[in-house]
Nanobody, 121 residues
Framework: QVQLVESGGGVVQPGESLRLACTASGTILDINAMAWYRQAPGNQRKLVAIISNLGDINYLPTVEGRFTIFRDNAKNSVHLQMNSLKPEDTAVYFC???????????????WGQGTQVTVSS
């Protein structure tokens, strides 16, 4: 089985930075897209940033220019550098990965457990 383990959440003041990390472990043949989603209380989970295995990247418009997603394929990890954080960035952030675990089967979606990011003065 595959596990995604996240780290790096916390409480910061507006304008500060945080870096989230997520590492996949288990039976992994290949990792396609990796991404970060977030969910604020009372809201649906929303895509923040996604990076394909070829390095194609897309961001939620409200974070573009402040957040940077990057991955380390050798370590099966994805990171989210978050700068100039705002109170509206407060949410639980979830790691997402589409992983091939069997030769004769489709890739499957896996989620991390979530890490809280709170931006408050």
């Amino acid at each position: 089985q595959v596990q995604l383990v996240e780290s790096g959440g916390g409480v910061v003041q507006p304008g500060e930075s945080l870096r989230l990390a997520c590492t996949a472990s288990g039976t992994i043949l290949d990792i396609n897209a990796m991404a970060w989603y977030r969910q604020a209380p009372g809201n649906q989970r929303k895509l923040v940033a996604i990076i394909s295995n070829l390095g194609d990247i897309n961001y939620l418009p409200t974070v573009e220019g402040r957040f940077t997603i990057f991955r380390d394929n050798a370590k099966n990890s994805v990171h989210l550098q978050m700068n100039s954080l705002k109170p509206e960035d407060t949410a639980v952030y979830f790691c997402y990965a589409m992983i091939k675990t069997e030769e004769a089967g489709p890739s499957k979606i896996f989620w991390g457990q979530g890490t809280q990011v709170t931006v408050s003065s």
